[in-house]
């Protein structure tokens, strides 16, 4: 399976806890960039033209600040570009607030059959906290607005281990978004990411951080009120009714192959990473040549890959395949980890069964100790 990622970096606001790729959509080349992706897709179907694409999914920055009539050129030169069969999943990422019905309307009529809304809190003091601009009411307008055009397939983000951020605030979040009766939800931990604002508040010591136990209290709460509701965990952080899985990052957790369009987006294809030119001028200057901006490629060896296939595998509540590691590898996995198995089964993170290596109830607290285990591991 192959799966394609394309970046739109324009953001309205820059929220104080992203390191993704992005910049204030005020003075930037926003039409010629929406040109120039659909120029970098073109090149690189041309090199590539018998791949098919099962999945889409369009993130940032913000792709909902493109305007209706930025959206439906971009979409018209995906569908003449892309070797994508309509009816499969097609995400669109948005901000509460930025959903218009006529916006909804240019997506939908394209194709676009899944929204992932970053929604983070439902308290307005918190969310002003973190640098959000929308307010709870963008939520429930932004959710009303999607089903009136025709969306039934929507999820929503949030953080926990937020700045001030208590139990029972988060929990009240928890409480909110299952009432609005989702298909998908993801929660996610507060990583400090280097650059950000609040990675410099951290070295300042002005960041009040929940404690670890609480941050611990705030994930089991989502997967004890996730489970209530119907919600499956189905990886570390995500959340489904049965059939609403995002097809989108289960190709990226089975370490399959997709391609990366846009400014600092990146691509795995052919046993091989690859990662463009993130700042914009330098992305757009070698598509104006026909050129592609690729800035940097990493050629995997076999020890890399079955490192990926083992940590990103993991984050999956199913696991890694004891089978499928052989058919792919050639060499059973226990011949190459037997020591990091047994020791991560003895301390309770993993267990085994008669074709799957998975994350225990603990291990799913851990997953990082048991992600890095493998990381530090030399395949012999």
């Known amino acids: ?117 970053g929604v983070q809190s439902f308290n307005d003091d918190l969310l002003k906290k973190i640098g959000r601009i929308h307010k709870v009411k963008d939520v429930y307008q932004s959710i009303a607005n999607a089903r009136q055009v025709g969306f039934e397939n929507i999820s929503i983000d949030l953080i926990y281990r937020l700045p001030g951020q208590t139990e029972a605030d988060f929990n009240n979040s928890l409480v909110k978004a299952l009432e609005l009766e989702l298909p998908h939800y993801s929660t996610y931990s507060l990583i400090l990411e280097n650059k950000t604002i609040f990675y410099n508040l951290m070295r300042q010591g002005k960041l009040p951080l929940p404690t670890e136990d609480e941050e611990a209290n705030m994930y089991q709460m989502a997967i004890d009120l996730m489970a209530e509701k119907g919600r499956k965990q189905y990886e570390i952080s995500n959340y489904a009714l049965p059939g609403y899985e995002s097809q989108h990052n289960l190709i990226y957790w089975k370490n399959e192959k997709y391609y990366g369009f846009g400014a600092g987006a990146h691509g795995y294809l052919g046993g091989h990473r690859y990662q463009n030119n993130g700042p914009i001028q330098q992305y757009l200057e070698p598509l104006r040549e026909n050129r592609l901006p690729i800035l940097r490629t990493q050629q995997l060896s076999i020890e890399e890959k079955i490192e990926e296939e083992m940590f990103l595998g993991l984050r999956k509540l199913e696991g890694v395949s004891i089978q499928h590691f052989f058919d792919k590898f ?42 890095q285990a493998f990381l530090l591991s030399s395949p012999k």
């Not at 994508?84 to 669109?92: A, C, P, R, S, Y």
């Not at 991560?344 to 100790?369: P, Q």
């Open 1 to 117: 399976m192959t799966a394609t990622y394309i970046h739109i970096p324009f953001c309205e606001h820059i929220c104080f806890y992203c390191d993704f790729n992005k910049v204030f959509l005020e003075g930037q080349p926003v039409d010629e960039y929406v040109e120039m992706l659909l120029r970098e897709m073109q090149l690189t179907m041309a090199q590539t033209p018998d791949e098919k694409i099962e999945t889409i999914y369009v993130g940032g920055g913000t792709p909902t600040t493109l305007n209706e009539k930025q959206l439906d050129r971009l979409l018209t030169g995906m569908k003449e570009i892309l070797p994508f069969q309509m009816g499969n999943e097609f995400t669109f990422e948005a901000n509460p607030g930025d959903l218009s019905v006529d916006k909804l309307k240019v997506l939908h009529d394209h194709g676009v059959n899944r929204l992932s809304m």
């Open 330 to 371: 050639q060499v059973s996995v226990f011949e190459v980890y037997q020591e990091v198995i047994d020791s991560l089964v003895a301390d309770g993170l993993l267990e085994v069964t008669l074709d799957k290596i998975r994350l225990t109830e603990k291990g799913k607290f851990l997953g990082n100790e048991v992600f």
